[in-house]
Structure formats: structure tokens, C-alpha cells
């Protein structure tokens, strides 16, 4: 099966500009769910969607951030207008069930660089 | 509130010497445990989780794992290690199905041909 696909790989912007991130889950995966990691510092959580809604927002930073995830397909994560801060590599994950133990399925992420 | 420690920022073993990296944690209900692997320029690969049942797990490529409730640890052990595991290592926990899952801050492991 084909695994979690980000676009774009990277990305370097201007602080103020605004990115756009894409994330395509695994076919059938419901549960989404965005990631970041910044500074080499730990994994954050930002939000998850299930389906297309959002079942758990409460990682996301600010209202500079925007996810959607329409028809409940693939996702979009935009920054607007982007900061230094927002520098760093976000991820995305898929997962089949939304029991404890079903595993995240990772993308390769976006590596984000606000300069 | 969850919480994941992975006190090394580095660890370095020599090819085929055991090697373990270390991971705690800290949740109010009962854990559920990951380990995931980055290689360069890749997303996180799954490789094994602690749901319930034996406190050692078995995953992927030789890895395995510890669950110990009263030290609140799950460290990741491998018997003799190559050097294509040099990787970072992360150590993630929930604290129920429809949490979220919190990561730790990674440990780099590099095997020493």
C-alpha cells in the first residue's frame, strides 16, 4: 500500500508569507493527525481529524494556523502569515483505528524554513 | 496530563555490543507505549508498542522492549546492534484510546563499526 505523502518536502519562505503544507494518508485511514518538531526538540502534537472533522485542535499554537480536511481525504495545514518560530519539520500521520494501539503511519515531512 | 523522558540526547555502542535506549514516562490511567525510528531525511517508522499482556515486546528488526510498571520505564533493547540502526529513537505514550500520543525528545543512536 502506498504510505503517507507530504508535499512539499521543503520549503523556505520569508517571515510574513504564507505556506500551505499537504498531507495524503494512507487510503481508508479516518484518523489524521498533524505533528511538528522544532529546534531538534520533541514531536508536538497539533491536531487530529477524524474523518473530516476535528476531533482534538488543542496542539495548535495560534490563529496563524489553519487545518482542513475536506471531504475527508487529504489535509492541508496553511501558515499565515508565517514567524521565525514556525521553522521546523511538520509531520503528518494516518491511523486506521482510533483504539490505543493502532500505530501512526508517518509521512516523510516538510522541513519549513522561515527566514 | 502525559509525559515522555528520553534522558540520553546521544548514545554510541559498538557493532554487535547490546545496546539500549532509554525511555520514561508518565500518565494517569494505564500506558500505552511506542517506539519509533527516523532515519535521515525519512518519517517515523513504526517498530513496536505495549498494550497489555508480557512486559517484553518483541518488534521490528531484532528490537524489543521492557515494560516496567514501577520504574515507569519502557526501554528499547536490541542484543548486538549493527550498524545500519545508527538512527533517532523515539519513545511516544498515550494514556487512552482517544488521546493523543506524546513523544519524547529523541535519542540518536550511533553503532560504531
Known amino acids: 500500500e502506498a504510505g503517507v505523502t507530504q508535499f512539499p518536502s521543503h520549503s523556505v519562505i520569508e517571515k510574513g508569507q504564507t505556506v500551505t503544507l499537504r498531507c495524503d494518508p494512507i487510503?481508508?485511514?479516518?484518523?489524521l493527525y498533524w505533528y511538528r518538531r522544532v529546534m531538534g526538540k520533541e514531536i508536538k502534537f497539533l491536531l487530529h481529524f477524524v474523518k473530516e472533522s476535528k476531533q482534538d485542535e488543542s496542539g495548535m499554537p495560534n490563529n496563524r494556523f489553519l487545518a482542513e480536511r475536506t471531504g475527508g481525504t487529504y489535509s492541508t495545514l496553511k501558515v499565515q502569515p508565517a514567524e521565525l518560530e514556525d521553522s521546523g519539520v511538520y509531520f503528518c500521520?494516518?491511523?486506521?483505528?482510533?483504539?490505543?494501539?493502532?500505530?501512526?503511519?508517518f509521512g516523510n515531512g516538510t522541513r519549513l524554513t522561515v527566514t | 496530563a502525559q509525559s515522555v523522558a528520553q534522558p540520553e540526547d546521544q548514545v554510541n555502542v559498538a557493532e554487535g555490543n547490546p545496546l539500549t535506549v532509554k525511555c520514561t514516562y508518565s500518565v494517569s490511567g494505564n500506558p500505552y507505549l511506542f517506539w519509533y525510528v527516523q532515519y535521515p531525511n525519512r518519517g517515523l517508522q513504526f517498530l513496536l508498542k505495549y498494550i497489555t499482556g508480557d512486559n517484553l515486546v518483541k518488534g521490528s528488526y531484532g528490537f524489543e522492549a521492557e515494560f516496567n510498571k514501577s520504574q515507569t520505564s519502557f526501554h528499547l533493547k536490541k542484543p548486538s546492534a549493527l550498524v545500519s540502526d545508527s538512527a533517532l529513537y523515539f519513545c511516544a505514550v498515550r494514556d487512552g484510546p482517544a488521546r493523543q500520543l506524546t513523544f519524547g525528545s529523541g535519542t540518536q543512536l550511533t553503532v560504531l563499526p
Open positions: 500521520a494516518s491511523s486506521q483505528g482510533q483504539g490505543g494501539g493502532s500505530p501512526l503511519h
Open positions: 487510503s481508508g485511514h479516518d484518523n
